[in-house]
């Protein structure tokens, strides 16, 4: 089976002034992906669902 090709969106963390944004795509059943919205060429990051839930978690609960 092929994984289908990446449905990328803005985080709705994001914000609306274009600074820092990361783009996810969660259309695939086992990675998330994630990428810079400004620079495509840096490449993604991925992680399986159970470890972007921790990490997204994780977020929620800290601050930098």
Partial sequence: MTE???NW????????TND???E????????????DTKDHA???????PAAWTAFTAF???HTV
């Fill in 4 to 6: 289908p090709s990446p």
């Fill in 9 to 16: 969106h803005k985080s709705t963390y994001s914000g609306n």
């Fill in 20 to 22: 820092s944004c990361v």
């Fill in 24 to 35: 996810i795509a969660d259309n695939a059943p086992d990675v998330i992906r994630v990428r």
């Fill in 42 to 48: 840096q490449g993604e990051v991925t992680a399986t």
């Fill in 59 to 61: 977020a929620r609960t």
